[in-house]
């Protein structure tokens, strides 16, 4: 016999059913996305580098060591920084660090978080995991037990998943706008040193899915002249969805092959699209003619900022000209951003800058 109260229990259970089927048909697909570096980072993560097959002269690792120390204090002023290295190395640290640098116990090698540290990506439904790029030294090319594990040792420290599509590469290698675009050098992904046996539709397909973007801009880059295979992330930068900044080196030099590269980069952004059908605006700098640093293996990018809550860190080299205009132009393409620049030739010696020593944990 129904009762009332068995009436209204019945209603109420077919109420709760009918509700969260129609939550559950409702929900929208799980999507990974790489946000863009501007938007809000909870933290920026660091690595100390210690490897003495990397660096065998005593006195250059303790010049990068400085160097990251004062890229890591910098960034601290603006937003949380935690430095990744082996406890027996915190206290060498913490000696270069300021109070507000956390410091992690996962073991490192060298120093490039932007390649080897944690890839984040936040879902439609508020959540955060690691996406694994599966690091492998830029091809083999560096010995890397300590920073080939980063990613995944801090994915396991804060409790996220790790995705992992079978792309093998490196951030560094991709620009992203957070808006469904990237940009990336062939050089550094349609490898066999990366991802052998892929075409370039196969490889863009995956990182389509890592990154959480629907378009792909191209550029072939210059392979094997360099450890990375000519990183983006040294040349052209995304300054916002629809806007790149790109640096060139003088261009009276066609024979050289860096230059034919970054020109070829430059007037494929010039003339595509993005996701959303934008033309890129294509704002351009130069490299210094009159830096402290006078070798051809010195990598001065301004390009290779990083952008965080409130700032841009950015490196000078000494050009007091060259200097002034790349400042200028970084501050018009981040007008609401304190602009910070340092003295980071230690990294550009060794074919990198500050990007290059940074990953974000964006806010979720």
């Known amino acids: 016999m129904m009762t009332r109260r068995t009436t ?10 009918l509700g969260l089927a129609h939550s559950l048909a409702a929900e929208p697909p799980r999507r990974w996305r790489v946000p863009d570096e501007g938007d809000r980072h909870e933290r920026t993560f660091m690595q100390w580098p210690v490897s003495r097959d990397v660096y065998p002269e005593a006195w250059f690792l303790d010049d990068v060591q400085q160097a990251i120390a004062r ?13 990744l290295a082996a406890h027996e190395h915190h206290a060498a640290a913490r000696r270069r660090l300021s109070a507000a640098v ?13 390649d080897s540290g944690p890839l984040f990506v936040l879902d439609n439904r508020g ?21 080939g594990l980063v990613a995944a040792r801090v994915a396991q420290r804060l409790g996220v998943s790790l995705l992992d599509n079978g792309l093998v590469g490196e951030p560094g290698g991709v620009e992203a706008d957070g808006d469904g675009t990237l940009i990336a050098h062939e050089s550094s992904w349609v490898n066999p040193n990366r991802n052998p046996g892929r075409t370039r539709t196969e490889v863009e397909a995956l990182l389509l899915d890592a990154y959480g973007a629907d378009h792909m801009i191209w550029a072939p880059g210059l392979a094997g002249e360099d450890i990375t295979d000519f990183h983006i992330d040294a040349l052209a930068r995304f300054a916002r969805p629809g806007a790149v900044m790109i640096q060139l080196p003088p261009s009276d030099n066609t024979n050289d092959p860096w230059v034919r590269s970054s020109y070829q980069t430059r007037d494929i952004l010039a003339n595509v699209t993005d996701a959303k059908g934008r033309a890129l605006e294509v704002v351009e700098i130069a490299d210094p003619l009159h830096p402290r640093v006078r070798d051809a293996d010195f990598v001065p990018s301004y390009a290779n900022h990083y952008v ?3 700032a841009v860190v950015m ?11 790349s400042y200028a132009a970084i501050a018009s393409l981040h007008p609401n951003r304190e602009i910070v620049t340092l003295n980071v030739d230690a990294l550009g010696w060794i074919g990198g800058g500050i990007h290059c020593a940074t990953q974000q944990q964006p806010a979720v």
């Not at 996406?131 to 090319?141: M, T, V």
């Not at 490196?315 to 205009?325: E, S």
């Open 315 to 325: 490196a000078q080299f000494g050009d007091r000209d060259a200097d002034a205009v």
């Open 71 to 83: 890229v890591a204090n910098a960034i601290a002023a603006f937003e949380p920084v935690v430095m």
């Open 102 to 114: 956390e410091l992690w116990d996962i073991p490192t090698d060298d120093l490039w978080a932007r």
């Open 308 to 310: 965080c809550n409130g």
């Open 127 to 147: 959540g955060l995991a690691v996406r694994h790029l599966n690091f492998n030294g830029w091809g083999g090319k560096q010995a890397h037990p300590h920073d």
């Open 8 to 17: 209204l229990t019945a209603f109420a259970g077919a109420s709760i059913a």
